[in-house]
């Protein structure tokens, strides 16, 4: 039984960005070349025909191309598009012909196709007879998955993405899941189009290949990304706004607040400023080391941020004594919150160290613990009664040595609830705080920091320091674009392990290694 390839479906989800479809003539040349080398690659797959298919985009034009391309009406759900190509009513056990009919799936664009392992990866799905078939650490573009007609026989389908259905079915699907060198996981690669980073980041590392000679494939990546890691440094994803140094309470576990508070201009120019960044691709944080929110006009801020092409969501760090005050505000002006979607994009995050009332005194001294229970009483049934703008909120606790026997009762308290109770390590500030952390976390092997590769801070005065970990003192006036530019040598350091030129305490700092967005 010689497996055939049916075809290949290109996916374009609704959500993808107008400008992608740039990549398509590219694609549609990589497609094109993929095909001719199947026959000279595979003696024991059959192409059967030369049919693409491609789901119909709003900023799809004529596709003009040597290829058979059929634009359809198809779902936005992959699974749904894909069930509609290749599931059959009736499948006999013995009809293996039928059963590994395949087409090759693209979710997405594929500029940077690499042929050699999309070729390898179709061969082992011919070799162990697979229903789905994907490269597991290999970057979304590279590679096509392979769908063959029975893997539509499992009476269940995904709720998410379908490579996560198919890892958690693995015992009842026969998958093939692939692993290559070198793995690139770390630089969480999406070159797919399926967003303005993903084009963007195409486009960086497309200049940079032809640039330095380079091959279109992993290993060309790999060596491109050693060369020129500032190919794949295209701009902040993630930017931590303290409005203002005010707390309610003195805060142990956190570096002592400053004095300040950005003044109006100050925030017009954070909104200016991104306008330079990638659009929908922005967290804000208005966190800090005071509580921004707490301030006054915070919530017209978080709005008035939501509204901004670049944002992609806002998240709100607080002690939660003002919480009815958001409330208020959002509810008077709840057609602007639901026209910014604050149901989906606006989230608090409640710091909260301890469910006993003398651990929280002592930890947030001067805090009042049932005041705060009053308030997310209150947050409770306004969320339950579902009459006003919508937000999510998280209930932090901090996983330290002194309430480590608390942990479980706090999960058991708020899940299932409409809060979502979350831990975190702790953060010493590279040593500055005694270090109460109940276990170490920090991957053996030190790589680059994520917080020079895609974070910015600016503290209350309008100063953007070099990272979160040194808090005061850095560049001004504000200016997002430059402020990430001027930071570049230090990513740089950073990539190459030269952590000690990096003017900030990076070789006693143990946040390197996490990703806030």
């Known amino acids: 039984m010689i497996?055939?390839?049916?075809?290949?479906?290109?996916?374009?989800?609704?959500?993808?960005?107008?400008?992608?479809?740039?990549?398509?003539?590219?694609?549609?040349?990589?497609?094109?070349?993929?095909?001719?080398?199947?026959?000279?690659?595979?003696?024991?797959?059959?192409?059967?025909?030369?049919?693409?298919?491609?789901?119909?985009?709003?900023?799809?034009?004529?596709?003009?191309?040597?290829?058979?391309?059929?634009?359809?009406?198809l779902?936005?759900?992959?699974?749904?598009?894909?069930?509609?190509?290749l599931a059959k009513e009736e499948l006999p056990v013995d009809d293996l012909n039928s059963r590994m009919e395949t087409m090759a799936y693209?979710?997405?664009?594929?500029?940077?196709?690499d042929l050699e392992l999309s070729l390898d990866l179709l061969g082992r799905h011919a070799e162990f007879l697979s229903s789905y078939t994907y490269a597991e650490n290999v970057p979304p573009g590279m590679t096509p998955d392979y769908v063959a007609s029975e893997f539509f026989e499992l009476d269940k389908?995904?709720?998410?993405?379908?490579?996560?259905?198919?890892?958690?079915?693995?015992?009842?699907?026969?998958?093939?899941?692939?692993?290559?060198?070198?793995?690139?996981?770390?630089?969480?690669?999406?070159?797919?189009?399926?967003?303005?980073?993903?084009?963007?980041?195409?486009?960086?590392?497309?200049?940079?290949?032809?640039?330095?000679?380079?091959?279109?494939?992993?290993?060309?990546?790999?060596?491109?990304?050693?060369?020129?890691?500032?190919?794949?440094?295209i701009g902040p994803s993630y930017l931590e706004v303290e409005l203002c140094s005010d707390s309610p309470v003195k805060d142990k576990l956190q570096l002592p607040a400053g004095e300040g508070r950005l003044s109006q201009d100050q925030r017009n120019s954070i909104l200016k400023g991104l306008d330079q960044c990638i659009q929908r691709d922005v967290t804000i944080c208005l966190g800090g080391l005071g509580d921004s929110g707490s301030d006054s006009d915070a919530p017209q801020f978080a709005l008035d941020l939501l509204q901004h092409m670049a944002v992609k969501q806002v998240i709100v760090e607080t002690y939660?004594?003002?919480?009815?005050?958001?409330?208020?505000?959002?509810?008077?002006?709840?057609?602007?919150?639901?026209?910014?979607?604050?149901?989906?994009?606006?989230?608090?995050?409640?710091?909260?160290?301890?469910?006993?009332?003398?651990?929280?005194?002592?930890?947030y001294s001067g805090g009042d613990l049932n005041r705060l229970l009053a308030e997310l009483d209150a947050v409770s049934d306004f969320l339950k009664a579902g009459k006003g703008p919508g937000f999510s909120i998280f209930l932090e606790m901090q996983k330290i040595q002194e309430v480590e026997d608390e942990i479980h009762e706090f999960f058991q308290k708020y899940d299932p609830t409409v809060f979502t109770p979350i831990l975190r390590k702790q953060n010493t500030y590279a040593g500055a705080l005694e270090d109460r952390k109940v276990a170490?976390?920090?991957?053996?092997?030190?790589?680059?920091?994520?917080?020079?590769?895609?974070?910015?801070?600016?503290?209350?005065?309008?100063?953007?320091?070099?990272?979160?970990?040194?808090?005061?003192?850095?560049?001004?006036?504000l200016d997002i674009e430059q402020?990430?530019?001027?930071?570049?040598?230090?990513?740089?350091?950073?990539m190459k392990g030269q952590h000690s030129k990096i003017p900030a305490p990076c070789l006693q700092c143990d946040e390197w290694y996490l990703f806030q967005g």
């Open 75 to 85: 779902p936005d759900d992959p699974y749904d598009a894909l069930k509609s190509l």
């Open 483 to 494: 402020a990430f530019r001027e930071n570049e040598q230090n990513y740089l350091h950073s």
């Open 440 to 477: 170490d976390l920090t991957p053996p092997i030190r790589g680059f920091c994520w917080h020079l590769a895609r974070d910015l801070y600016i503290n209350s005065s309008g100063e953007i320091p070099v990272c979160r970990q040194v808090p005061d003192g850095g560049s001004a006036p």
């Open 157 to 233: 389908r995904p709720e998410g993405d379908i490579r996560s259905f198919v890892f958690k079915n693995f015992h009842e699907l026969d998958a093939e899941v692939a692993f290559y060198q070198p793995d690139l996981r770390i630089h969480r690669l999406q070159l797919n189009s399926l967003d303005h980073r993903s084009v963007k980041t195409e486009q960086s590392i497309s200049r940079g290949l032809h640039k330095c000679g380079l091959p279109q494939s992993l290993t060309g990546l790999r060596d491109l990304i050693h060369q020129q890691p500032e190919v794949i440094r």
């Open 320 to 363: 939660g004594y003002d919480l009815q005050s958001w409330i208020h505000y959002l509810s008077g002006n709840a057609e602007r919150a639901g026209q910014v979607d604050t149901k989906r994009r606006l989230s608090f995050i409640v710091r909260l160290c301890s469910l006993r009332s003398d651990r929280y005194e002592h930890f």
């Open 3 to 73: 497996p055939e390839l049916t075809g290949f479906y290109i996916h374009l989800p609704d959500s993808m960005p107008d400008v992608a479809l740039e990549n398509l003539e590219r694609c549609l040349q990589n497609l094109n070349e993929f095909r001719s080398r199947i026959s000279e690659k595979h003696s024991t797959v059959r192409l059967q025909n030369d049919r693409v298919v491609m789901r119909k985009h709003r900023a799809l034009g004529p596709v003009e191309n040597d290829l058979n391309v059929q634009v359809l009406e």
């Open 106 to 113: 693209f979710h997405g664009l594929f500029p940077l196709l």
